[in-house]
């Protein structure tokens, strides 16, 4: 009967039997925390110390609690709140008492009150620089320049330019807002990554070809894995981009579709898509804050080069969804390589 009460919660639930084993766990259980769980001690499965002294609490005096407990499945951290509830044991088991723990996902609430933070601080800022820039022109065409049909056209086109960045940073935000939404729901279409990769490359090199700048496309010719197509587009996308606007002029952007036999992190097998440029490289000191928003290197670059510094946060964001993680490899006046593993169809 207990099995059955347990299957009905939304919520993730795990039985330990008088002896600390998980005796049962519900189906969001067995995906949330892993099929192996059940028949291990709670010590093997919890190991966080906040939350084993109350489970401790109620096996030894029958207190209930409570207490945080933080969960990795690749990059994706999720933060749960767990019950923890002292049930009597049944009579064919001596009657020796038995716990409850039901795990209450919090993390979008926490994820939703960091996300209004970095918007109040990072975004204001973002817009302002644009907003600042729009003003002034617009001051100068109603004085200075009013008469002036040569100076209207330049300020006009400049003002087009601020403009147009403002509308790509409102829409990376929209697209990171969306994945934030999305990242503890993963993707379970099968698609073609190396179909993927050409799509995006196809739309991409006509550009590319006309800053000087070769796309190369080297390994598998087919790559089945579960995944969201126009996310994975949008990320390859954005490699290449990155390594066509920060990479050697003229040079060449390799990129590389290769299979893994097992990935540690994803633990079984993967594809790895590698985009490597030949440009200046990155000093070591500013790799680790790459996928932080609106980090950049070269902040005048960046947004010459019409950049946001949303970029690799944004595929940082898609990777994790796919429970896949993500690499960056430079080395200062040779290149860089950044390296996306995403899971395999077995």
Known sequence: MIDQLLEALLE???????GGRVKIANSAALERLGVWVVGLSYISVLRQPSLLAPVEDAFAAGTAGSARFTHSSGEVETLFDVRVTPLPGPARDGGARQVLLV??????????????RDFVANVSHELRTPLTAIIGFIETLQGPARRDPEAQARFLALMAQEASRMNRLVSDLLSLSRLEGQSRRRPTAQIDLAAT??????????????EGVAIEIEGAETAPAPGDRD??????????ENAVKYGARPGVVRVVLSRIAREPVIRGPAWRIAVIDRGAGIAPEHIARLTERFYRIDTGR????GGTGLGLAIVKHIVSRHRGRMKIESVEGTGTEISIFLPALV
């Open 197 to 210: 990769v050409r799509e995006a490359v196809a739309t991409l090199r006509p550009g590319a070809e006309g």
């Open 12 to 18: 993730p639930a795990i039985l330990l039997d008088g």
């Open 103 to 116: 795990f209450r996902d919090v993390s979008e609430v926490r994820a939703g009150e960091s996300m209004r």
């Open 231 to 240: 996310q994975l587009v949008q990320v390859v996308s954005n490699l290449i």
């Open 302 to 305: 960046s947004r010459a080069e």
